[in-house]
Structure formats: C-alpha cells, structure tokens
C-alpha cells in the first residue's frame, strides 16, 4: 500500500532536514519555515497513524488535520525542541506511521476516510471521502515530497 514508497520519500525529506542542521546559518524567515515545516510533518504523521490503526482494527476512519495545522501547537512544538529533536521526532513518527501502514492487508486500503482539513490559515477546505490507499498514495507522491523540496530549497536560502 506505497509504504516502500512512503519510506522513500521520508528518507528524502529527513536527508533534507539533517543537512539544515540546528547550527545552519539561515535567515530567520527560513529557519522558521524550515521549523514550521519540521514541526508540521511531526504532528500530522502522529494523526496519519492513528488513522491507520483506525483502519488496522476496522473503525470509521476521519482525518482532521487541525492540530498539524494550527499554530499554538506547532510553535509548542518549535519551543520545546531543538532541530536536531523535530527531526528525530519526525523520524520515528514516520517509522510508525510505516509500521502500521505495513500491517493493514492490501484489502483493507480502499477504506474510506472522511477528511476534515484545514488551510495554515485554519480555514476550513470542504470535506472529502478518499479511499486509505489514496491518502498514503498522496502522502508518499506529493505531501512528503512537496515538503523535502521546501526543506532543500530553505537549505540554500541565507
């Protein structure tokens, strides 16, 4: 169910975050960016997993993003870790998420998931089913990656 591929991207994404480093000279716009980002990943990787293990044990599957996306908690998250701690925290959080993903029978991925997100700005984007499947698909091919490139470009800005 692309958990090769999830872990794919994720090793990317770390790759990208581990060259950023906590003693990067970045300009403070980046360096918040390069945070959010981090920070952002952490926390919506946690509410992916509880999906998962939604899916794993055949309840209703909702996603609602809000706490990945909401400020306080993100610069929470910002305050109480270094760097170096938000990308370890987005590594183990990927590898559970993976680890799930890898125990739900190829079956079971065209579950649905009801989506509830929200923009940065917490304005709310009109519900949506997707199928489990899809939503991992998208996280490996577009989300984690989209992010990684963020990282790598925010790594070259001074």
Known sequence: ??????????????????????????AAPARSAADWTLSHLALSDRILAAAARDVLAGLPVTVDNREAMDDTAVNSLVASTTHAQRVDLVRRNATDLSTVIKAIPDDDAATPVRLRLVTREGEPLPDRQVSFGELIRLRATEHVPGHAARLRTLATTE
């Open 1 to 26: 169910m692309n958990a090769t591929r999830l872990d794919a991207a994720y090793r990317d994404l770390l790759a990208a975050a581990e060259a950023i480093g906590d003693t990067a000279t970045l």
